[in-house]
């Protein structure tokens, strides 16, 4: 059987021409340099180098065989560089489930970060509701997941992130634009855009009206918090949104405020449960991390 051993004194004389400088490469005596070349050769059938006074010649043989050891060896290098990036986080996937608001902005800085020192590693994100983005994490589709989410969920490991304000946006134009903090009495009377009555913001703000007894005018909704800042960018009304779907529109016809009581915005950072993320899924996790806490938006 070809030992690993032969292949390498055999690689190391072609490379160097002779046995001598092969023992000096690979640090062993020209005799045992000598010996495993006859082994090897006794094992192949067939005579690798030829003698011409002190000087060897590669049979044509011998030629045919240097490629494929080449490529053996080529392979086990590569095997190395592979362990090597993926004990250091430079080689692999992520997969991300992400909140829609959170993908068109804030996950593109934070990929941006995350990819700068790891060309090799891919990196695939998909956008959907909160609560779809716990259901595939759940169901292990995804590495992680960052969800607009409260409590716990099944089948998750839940990691609450910084907690944020929602804010209220207006037209430019729009007379409220004047002052700088917006409270519940502002918005009586006004035309509110509203996110769809399955969103956890839309209740929270629901419910803070309605313990003001503020009356809106609520000629429009919409699922999609981006929809409600572009149609407030057109005049329509007013909204509140989270502060991320906000930021997103930061350079176009809005005028965001502090709303007042604050309407918290909790969003979390989910992993699937029963088993330890891989070790890049961590390190994703940590730039995300770091990423939230320098966020420039209100918090409780």
């Known amino acids: 059987m070809l030992q690993s051993r032969q292949l390498e004194v055999f690689r190391a004389v072609m490379l160097t021409g002779g046995m001598t400088?092969?023992?000096?490469t690979v640090r062993i005596s020209q005799p045992a340099i000598s010996r495993l070349i006859r082994d090897l050769e006794d094992e192949l059938g067939f005579k690798l180098f030829e003698r011409f006074g002190n000087r060897l010649r590669p049979t044509s043989e011998a030629v045919i065989l240097y490629k494929e050891v080449s490529l053996h060896f080529h392979g086990i290098d590569r095997i190395g560089k592979v362990a090597n990036d993926l004990r250091n986080s430079q080689l692999g996937s992520v997969r991300i489930?992400?909140?829609?608001?959170?993908?068109?902005s804030f996950m593109s800085e934070v990929i941006q970060t995350f990819v700068a020192s790891r060309p090799d590693v891919s990196i695939y994100l998909h956008d959907d509701s909160s609560r779809t983005v716990l259901e595939l994490v759940a169901l292990h589709h995804f590495d992680l997941g960052i969800a607009f989410t409260t409590?716990?969920?099944?089948?998750l490991l839940i990691e609450p992130l910084p907690r944020f304000c929602a804010e209220c946006i207006l037209p430019i134009s729009h007379p409220l634009s004047k002052k700088e903090t917006i409270v519940p009495n502002d918005l009586n009377g006004e035309t509110l855009i509203s996110l769809?009555?399955?969103s956890l913001l839309r209740m929270q703000l629901d419910s803070v009206l309605a313990a003001n007894e503020v009356a809106c005018k609520r000629r429009i909704e919409s699922t999609l918090a981006l929809s409600v800042c572009d149609m407030?960018?057109?005049?329509?009304?007013?909204?509140?949104?989270?502060?991320?779907t906000e930021s997103f529109y930061s350079n176009r016809s809005l005028c965001r405020r502090p709303f007042v009581p604050a309407v918290p915005y909790d969003f979390a950072l989910a992993l699937p449960g029963g088993k330890t993320p891989p070790r890049i899924v961590d390190e994703f996790c940590?730039?995300?991390?770091?990423a939230v806490g320098k966020l420039p938006f209100a918090r409780l």
């Open 286 to 290: 940590g730039v995300l991390r770091e």
């Open 232 to 244: 407030v960018s057109r005049g329509l009304g007013v909204g509140l949104v989270d502060p991320f």
């Open 21 to 24: 400088s092969a023992s000096e």
């Open 97 to 104: 489930a992400c909140y829609t608001a959170l993908a068109m």
């Open 196 to 198: 769809g009555v399955n």
């Open 151 to 155: 409590g716990d969920y099944p089948g």
